[in-house]
């Protein structure tokens, strides 16, 4: 059985910064295709970030490029989404989700990927 576990959410003040963590067991993220998502109250479940399964090469949202970065533990079968400069526009459920195989660079449409966690809550306020 598959599971994805997320943590690190909470609250941070705008230009703060948060480490997410999301942890699999039974599949490894080493060469899976891996996907950070956020969803907003009453918006559509976006990609925040995106790594191929091939080459591990990773492709950012405009509204977060330069001030979030994907990293992995590879001996800890996790996977972190290291958030800085945050806005009160980061405030978001933020997901991890993953697929065995996903062709070609870039993000895909939630709906294709296999895996996803339960979510954590980011809250950027003053």
């Known amino acids: 059985q598959v599971k994805l576990v997320e943590s690190g959410g909470g609250l941070v003040q705008p230009g703060g910064s948060l480490r997410l963590s999301c942890t699999a067991a039974g599949f490894s993220l080493e060469h899976a295709a891996i996907g950070w998502f956020r969803q907003a109250p009453g918006e559509e479940r976006k990609a925040v970030l995106c790594?191929?399964?091939?080459?591990?090469?990773?492709v950012y949202a405009d509204a977060v490029k330069g001030r979030f970065t994907f990293s992995r533990d590879k001996a800890k079968n996790t996977v972190y989404l290291q958030m800085s400069r945050l806005k009160p526009e980061d405030t978001a459920v933020y997901y991890c989700?993953?697929?065995?195989?996903?062709?070609?660079?870039?993000?895909?449409?939630?709906?294709?990927?296999?895996?996803w966690g339960q979510g954590t809550q980011v809250t950027v306020s003053s």
């Open positions: 790594v191929s399964h091939y080459d591990s090469s990773t």
């Open positions: 989700a993953t697929a065995h195989f996903l062709p070609g660079e870039g993000c895909y449409p939630p709906s294709e990927y296999e895996y």
